[in-house]
């Protein structure tokens, strides 16, 4: 081989080899990069994540730390104590073995409100609770319920204190999908726990809430919320209360990618409530109304799906005194689009009886608007409380008058509710928290003092005609 043989060999080599080189370069910058799990989680041990844009980094970081520290030190454990009676397996252990309890332990979070000790938690976090007890930095403190509201599942405690570190609250109606958010709670009985996350989505029904009038406009955040969260904070990147924590949807029972959070605005509506008068003072449109699909457009001869129909309106209810109808179309309220009936019921939940509101709707083809005033639950626009008859002849069961709304809805012309069961008779007839007994023997119970009397004194066979929290009609007999 001549030299020009072999300078041709390796020139061809050494560009081959250049070749390569650039070809092995682009296929490895063209590879995914896999990020690592950790990549996207912050707790309140922060661990800078790495991007190339520092500046930006920096700032993320400063605000979940400082957002951290500040409601953290506002968010409490809850622990609840109650007594519940081991089922017996025979008649004889039922008749001759005496009563057998076993104390239940429970827990969850809650949120400090105020620096004297009100404090706001899950209505499911402290039901059926005789003790509630609250551990915030180490010290305990015994709480009184203040007052609950089942349709939100919200509560709110009082413990005696002063001095202590309060949430600050912001607005949810500010809230924008996608921005960064932090769950502070107590999963699985640990001490105050921070996650990450962002807002997925708003205005969410997951249908979880068993009240006669659930409100659920929800949060959505990919935060990780687990069991003993529930009642703990939902905050902004500063550090803002923006929602209650309150469920998770999961097969399994633990956390599965979504949570749920009852928005603040809410919260503090329910919250101010239930200090100035005891209950939440809720509003009532006075109709059923239901989304808009392909289905019910064509019925009512619309190509808009926007907005939510009117179903059914209730005799002389507001928004019969409004002139609405059934099959007219709401599309905003004051200046709010209406586009699904979670917003309808999120907006009025906002409301307190006597409000007025803007109504805009579509009857027909046109556009129209009406004032509507907004009612309580008995149709009237006075402040209501709530009165509970505790019937001593019944085991000490608590009772109620269902009022006009639900009466209507149930086609009832009276009822009592049951709040509390008590152990006596209603225990041992097996009826339920939240059910309805319209009737006895056929005879209608108008008043609580009047069920009493009646069971106490009944003998033979008793037919109750009762409905259950579902709305379902049930006629249960006993023979005494």
Not at 223 to 229: E, Y
Request: aromatic share 8%; proline share 3%; charged share 25%.
């Amino acid at each position: 081989m001549n030299f020009k043989q072999i300078f041709l060999t390796s020139l061809i080599g050494f560009i081959s080899g250049l070749i390569g080189s650039w070809v092995y370069d682009r296929s490895k910058n063209s590879q995914p990069t896999i990020p690592s799990p950790q990549a996207t989680s912050y707790t309140t041990n922060f661990t800078e994540p790495k991007h190339e844009n520092r500046h930006a980094t920096n700032r993320v970081e400063i605000d979940f730390i400082e957002a951290s520290k500040s409601s953290s030190s506002c968010v409490v454990y809850v622990r609840t104590i109650s007594e519940r009676e081991i089922p017996r397996f025979s008649w004889f252990d039922m008749f001759f073995g005496g009563r057998m309890n076993e104390t239940v332990i429970g827990s969850g979070s809650g949120v400090i409100l105020t620096s004297d000790g009100y404090i706001v938690t899950n209505h499911h976090v402290i039901s059926g609770a005789e003790r509630i007890e609250i551990i915030h930095q180490k010290r305990t403190y015994e709480a009184k319920v203040v007052g609950t509201d089942p349709s939100t599942d919200l509560a709110l405690l009082k413990i005696e204190a002063q001095n202590l570190p309060s949430i600050r609250v912001g607005s949810s109606r500010d809230v924008q999908i996608g921005e960064w958010v932090l769950a502070v709670g107590n999963p699985f009985n640990l001490a105050t726990t921070v996650t990450a996350g962002i807002v997925s989505a708003k205005g969410r029904n997951i249908n979880i809430l068993k009240d006669v009038f659930p409100i659920e406009s929800f949060i959505q955040t990919d935060a990780a919320i687990n069991p003993g969260n529930s009642g703990g904070a939902l905050v902004n990147q500063k550090g803002e209360l923006i929602g209650i924590n309150t469920a998770i949807l999961s097969k399994t029972g633990s956390y599965a990618g979504y949570g749920f959070a009852v928005p603040v605005d809410i919260v503090m509506k329910v919250v101010n409530d239930i200090k100035k008068y005891g209950e939440v003072q809720k509003a009532f449109f006075g109709a059923e109304v239901t989304e808009m699909d392909e289905n019910l457009s064509k019925k009512l001869n619309t190509d808009d799906l926007n907005g939510v129909a009117i179903l059914q309106i209730a005799p002389d209810g507001a928004a019969d005194k409004a002139k609405l109808e059934e099959g007219d179309i709401i599309l905003q309220i004051d200046d709010v689009k209406i586009d699904t009936k979670t917003t309808f019921d999120e907006q009025i939940a906002y409301h307190s009886p006597g409000d007025k509101i803007k109504i805009t709707y579509r009857r027909n083809g046109n556009i129209k608007t009406t004032e509507l005033v907004l009612t309580n639950i008995e149709g009237t626009t006075g402040t209501l409380k709530r009165e509970i008859y505790i019937a001593k002849q019944l085991g000490n069961a608590h009772l109620e008058i269902v009022p006009k709304i639900e009466r209507s809805r149930y086609n009832i012309t009276s009822g009592i509710r049951i709040r509390k069961v008590g152990n006596g008779l209603l225990a041992q007839l097996g009826l339920q928290e939240g059910t309805i007994i319209a009737k006895v023997n056929n005879y209608a119970v108008e008043k609580p003092e009047e069920l009493e009397s009646i069971l106490a004194r009944l003998r033979g066979r008793i037919i109750l005609e009762i409905i259950h929290k579902d709305g379902n009609r049930q006629f249960l007999t006993y023979l005494f």
